[in-house]
């Protein structure tokens, strides 16, 4: 497994937002937003890259 470079963000009608997924390509978190989005609860699924922490 890689590294998980995107995350799925759920954001809700207040504004809140939750990390409900990560993936390794962008590609696959659109896939993955796309099944949530499909479920028709009316949420807004985002996608967005992870900031990976500097090595030392």
């Known amino acids: 497994m890689g590294e998980l470079l995107w995350a799925v963000i759920r954001q809700d009608d207040n504004g809140n937002r939750y990390r ?3 993936c390794e ?21 985002l996608i967005e890259k992870i900031d990976q922490p500097q090595a030392s």
């Open 20 to 22: 409900v997924a990560s």
């Open 25 to 45: 390509t962008r590609e696959e978190a659109e896939t993955v937003a796309g099944h949530f989005e499909a479920r028709g609860l009316g949420r807004r699924y």
